[in-house]
């Protein structure tokens, strides 16, 4: 087997240097504390101005062409572009998920099982559009949303990857054998991940690897709570379960019908000790919303782990993933003042900052 490919950090002096100084665009305590004390969007809107976002009509649509504006700067910075493709992927496969189940109302029944058979995507109706899909697709992404959809709809293999269109077509075909949308959602969170670990295995980039090993972790350990709590059963859970997390799936499955002590036993001396002690009550009124904190959390402590570095693609891939979580944040509030919640709701639900010192 052929070694990873060093990525040489001389390469990343000047993407280093540069990101290191737009740091300081991030958002600060006290722009953080303007932000919780908003009373309109108008409010919002000027603090995100004086903290470099771009101008737009409503701050959602600023917060989207933010997200665009730093994948492309990081993109012309970073000299592996695979490591950037391997955050966009999970999109990819996002808007996967939305396009078939925008298309799957279309399919005749005994048509697609027979197509299924042999592995062909479904016959959907051509009057079916893309406009109904563009509220829920997320960019950027590898693949321009509407040319998916065109791909799916009139199964044009030759306009996508062949992994993503091979992704479709399994997606499909789980669909079509259980008539079960949650077995799309399934089959391509894990492809996602999949997909995501192959684009980088040629490379050694341990802080990648890393932050999708935890993302699978994170993802895995919560799907073990929810099914418990749902009583969906082990077979459920084993096609769910994520295949590039640092514990091994059957160590999960081993923990699904024992007791709370065994969760707790599993996560011991792992980084996720706190969440694992939330099986005690999870279900609770509450303890959801705080398993997503803490897990995004736990997502901020690693990518800090780039503030030791002096060069090399940990920094801008670091600063990409810190911008993004600063955009959940804003989010949140948003989301808190559009539906009359009260401010403190919002500061209370929020993820930490990259830059603590700020």
């Given at each position: 087997?052929?070694?990873?490919?060093?990525?040489?950090?001389?390469?990343?002096?000047?993407?280093?240097?540069?990101?290191?100084?737009?740091?300081?665009?991030?958002?600060?305590?006290?722009?953080?504390?303007?932000?919780?004390?908003?009373?309109?969007?108008?409010?919002?809107?000027?603090?995100?101005?004086?903290?470099?976002?771009?101008?737009?009509?409503?701050?959602?649509?600023?917060?989207?062409?933010?997200?665009?504006?730093?994948?492309?700067?990081?993109?012309?910075?970073?000299?592996?572009?695979?490591?950037?493709?391997?955050?966009?992927?999970?999109?990819?496969?996002?808007?996967l998920k939305v396009v078939l189940k925008s298309l799957?109302?279309?399919?005749?029944?005994?048509?697609?099982?027979?197509?299924?058979?042999?592995?062909?995507?479904?016959?959907?109706?051509?009057?079916?559009?893309?406009?109904?899909?563009?509220?829920?697709?997320?960019?950027?992404?590898?693949?321009?949303?509407?040319?998916?959809?065109v791909a799916i709809r009139d199964r044009q293999p030759?306009?996508?990857?062949?992994?993503?269109?091979?992704?479709?077509?399994?997606?499909?075909?789980?669909?079509?054998?259980?008539?079960?949308?949650?077995?799309?959602?399934?089959?391509?969170?894990?492809?996602?991940?999949?997909?995501?670990?192959?684009?980088?295995?040629?490379?050694?980039?341990?802080?990648?690897?890393?932050?999708?090993?935890?993302?699978?972790?994170?993802?895995?350990?919560?799907?073990?709570?929810?099914?418990?709590?749902?009583?969906?059963?082990?077979?459920?859970?084993?096609?769910?379960?994520?295949?590039?997390?640092?514990?091994?799936?059957?160590?999960?499955?081993?923990?699904?019908?024992?007791?709370?002590?065994?969760?707790?036993?599993?996560?011991?001396?792992?980084?996720?000790?706190?969440?694992?002690?939330?099986?005690?009550?999870?279900?609770?009124?509450?303890?959801?919303?705080?398993?997503?904190?803490?897990?995004?959390?736990?997502?901020?402590?690693?990518?800090?782990?780039?503030?030791?570095?002096?060069?090399?693609?940990?920094?801008?891939?670091?600063?990409?993933?810190?911008?993004?979580?600063?955009?959940?944040?804003?989010?949140?509030?948003?989301?808190?003042?559009?539906?009359?919640?009260?401010v403190s709701q919002a500061r209370e639900m929020a993820?930490?900052?990259?830059?603590?010192?700020?």
């Open positions: 087997m052929r070694g990873k490919k060093p990525l040489k950090t001389y390469q990343y002096n000047y993407a280093s240097g540069r990101i290191r100084a737009m740091e300081l665009q991030l958002l600060d305590s006290n722009r953080l504390n303007r932000l919780y004390e908003a009373r309109s969007t108008e409010d919002i809107m000027r603090i995100l101005a004086d903290s470099g976002y771009p101008a737009a009509p409503d701050p959602e649509a600023s917060l989207a062409a933010e997200t665009a504006a730093t994948y492309k700067l990081i993109e012309s910075l970073i000299a592996d572009g695979e490591l950037v493709d391997a955050l966009k992927v999970f999109n990819d496969f996002h808007n799957l109302f279309t399919w005749s029944k005994t048509a697609s099982a027979e197509e299924a058979a042999c592995d062909v995507l479904p016959e959907s109706s051509s009057s079916c559009s893309f406009q109904s899909c563009v509220p829920l697709v997320l960019e950027p992404s590898l693949v321009a949303p509407p040319i998916l959809f030759d306009l996508i990857p062949a992994w993503l269109y091979q992704a479709a077509l399994t997606a499909s075909q789980r669909y079509l054998s259980t008539y079960d949308l949650s077995m799309i959602d399934l089959f391509l969170d894990r492809a996602a991940a999949r997909q995501a670990e192959l684009l980088i295995q040629h490379l050694d980039c341990p802080f990648l690897s890393g932050y999708l090993s935890r993302k699978a972790d994170l993802a895995n350990l919560g799907m073990l709570l929810r099914t418990r709590l749902l009583r969906s059963g082990k077979e459920y859970l084993e096609k769910a379960l994520l295949p590039t997390g640092t514990i091994a799936n059957q160590r999960i499955l081993d923990c699904y019908a024992g007791d709370t002590g065994e969760i707790k036993a599993l996560y011991d001396n792992t980084p996720y000790t706190e969440l694992a002690a939330l099986a005690e009550n999870y279900g609770e009124p509450g303890t959801a919303t705080r398993f997503s904190q803490i897990a995004d959390n736990l997502v901020i402590d690693w990518i800090r782990t780039a503030r030791w570095s002096l060069s090399g693609p940990d920094i801008p891939l670091a600063y990409l993933i810190g911008r993004e979580m600063e955009i959940k944040n804003i989010r949140i509030v948003l989301t808190c003042l559009l539906n009359g919640i009260p993820r930490e900052r990259y830059l603590t010192w700020r």
